[in-house]
């Protein structure tokens, strides 16, 4: 590489969207710094691993990937560990992989630049600071990017405290941004070719403020803001607590066009036993009428949900009851995991954990059920006319796949189409995990 030729990076990002829109941020921060992006697959000057402490496994990871980096020549690039597993583990990183040069936390990472010249001057760089005047003001403005799709990261933390999860103490205290700041990043998306966008928190729905009036609002009422920004056509959120689903929430799933029809609403268990012993604050029966309601207003809605199979203390019969409110609300998708016993949490130290065997086999009958329903709600769809919003290439030639309403992946094959183009299709066939169609007039986008 020539002396004058600017540094590059790469950042990966592990985990959730709130750790890709960070990853997205960090890297635009970089670019302002005069970094650019190395090739795909090349060597760069800079890694940032922008790491993820939900499960053990994922946080092991970070350490194989951090001895990948070293190159034939035996020389490495300068390494920074960045996100939840940052936070968690700390100095304790840089002891157990002596090559990681910055370890930032998640609330930290707009000092990363300051952090990458203090470890360029031989320093360990660690940042674990959880500043309450937030990270976001510090961040360069954004400039929508080459995709027609963004998130937006609008709250942050947890208050919750689920006693098996890491979030309230890897993310910090429940936070939302305000509401000017992100009607203002919403505008510079739109102006740079965004077209939809996923509002984003660990607790989206928990977001409150004061919207140009000084009126309070919540998610609902900065939903509907959005709604009325030309250029926006869609918006999105991910991901919501059932006890944060207000009544104007759900009412805007009947009332804002824009607001897509799909509700990620993660339950984790069917039994009340279990949802209490994970201090989930909520029942079944109190989430199966936040279902419902949501219905009766947009009766299409796709629900998603998330699943923790083998909590501590989980019977057969506890598990039978997931299955049962599997079959109740009829999902169109959703993750399912293994409790994973993580360190420092409530859960970690419960009596009865349960035997790996047993989590296996529950979680092969959970996962068997889900992809059942997914396939079902994506057969249905099939003869069905609906609009896609297009923003990636397929692998045959021509052909470009788009996002439904309902979050589907669909092929379409149609000429003179562009990424960012909508367009109206007809559902012609359906997979578990996509689906084709065929264009119903060219292209209006
Ligand atoms: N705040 C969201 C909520 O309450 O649903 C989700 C946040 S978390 C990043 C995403 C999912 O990871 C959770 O919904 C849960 O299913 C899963 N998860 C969290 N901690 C876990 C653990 N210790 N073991 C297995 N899965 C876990
Ligand atoms: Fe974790 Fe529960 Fe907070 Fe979700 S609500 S981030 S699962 S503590």
Redesign the pocket.
């Known amino acids: 590489m020539k002396s004058d030729s600017p540094k590059t990076f790469h950042v990966k990002s592990f985990?959730?969207q709130m750790n890709v829109y960070d990853g997205e941020r960090m890297a635009e921060m970089l670019g302002a710094q005069g970094y650019v992006p190395a090739a795909e697959g090349g060597d760069a000057d800079l890694v940032v691993l922008n790491t993820c402490h939900?499960?053990e496994k994922a946080a092991e990871k970070v350490y194989s990937d951090i001895g990948r980096l070293k190159r034939e020549d035996g020389s490495r690039p300068t390494i920074a560990v960045a996100g939840c597993v940052a936070q968690a583990e700390g100095a304790e990183i840089a002891r157990r992989a002596p090559s990681v040069d910055v370890v930032v936390g998640p609330q930290a990472y707009h000092r990363l630049p300051d952090l990458i010249a203090r470890a360029e001057k031989g320093e360990k760089a660690i940042d674990l600071d959880m500043p309450v005047d937030s990270k976001f003001g510090a961040l360069p403005k954004r400039a929508g990017g080459q995709r027609p799709t963004a998130f937006l990261t609008v709250q942050e933390g947890?208050d919750?405290f689920?006693t098996?999860?890491?979030?309230p103490y890897t993310r910090g205290a429940e936070i939302s941004r305000p509401f000017a700041d992100l009607i203002a990043e919403a505008r510079a998306l739109v102006a740079g070719g965004v077209r939809e966008i996923t509002l984003l928190g660990?607790?989206v729905n928990a977001w409150d403020g004061e919207d140009d009036k000084g009126r309070a609002i919540g998610l609902d009422g900065l939903i509907r803001a959005l709604a009325s920004e030309d250029g926006l056509e869609r918006i999105r959120y991910t991901?919501s607590?059932p006890n944060d689903m207000t009544d104007g929430l759900i009412a805007a799933h009947g009332e804002v066009e824009k607001l897509m029809p799909f509700l990620h609403l993660?339950v984790?268990a069917g039994s009340d036993r279990i949802l209490a012993a994970m201090n989930r604050s909520h029942t079944v029966d109190s989430y199966l009428r936040i279902i419902e309601r949501v219905r009766a207003v947009r009766p299409d809605i796709a629900i998603s949900g998330?699943?923790?199979v083998g909590f501590p203390g989980e019977s057969d019969e506890d598990f039978d009851a997931t299955l049962a409110i599997v079959r109740a609300t009829n999902y169109a998708m959703a993750?399912s995991?293994?409790?994973?016993?993580?360190p420092g949490?409530p859960?970690a130290t419960m009596d009865e954990q349960v035997d790996e065997a047993v989590m296996n086999d529950r979680l092969q009958r959970l996962q068997a059920l889900l992809n059942e329903q997914q396939q079902a709600f994506n057969s249905a769809t099939v003869g069905r006319t609906t609009r896609l919003l297009l923003e990636r290439t397929g692998k045959r030639e021509g052909q470009l796949i788009g996002k439904s309403p309902w979050l589907q992946s669909v092929h379409v094959t149609a000429p003179g189409l562009a990424i960012g183009d909508m367009i109206d299709v007809r559902i012609t066939s359906a997979g578990p995990n996509s689906l084709g169609a065929e264009p119903l007039m060219a292209e209006i986008g």
Do not use: L
Not at 164 to 167: F, G, I, L, S
Not at 337 to 342: E, G, M, Q, T
């Open positions: 985990g959730c939900i499960r947890c919750k689920c098996y999860c890491v979030v660990q607790n991901t607590h993660p984790q998330d699943f923790i993750y995991f293994k409790y994973s016993r993580r949490t859960a």
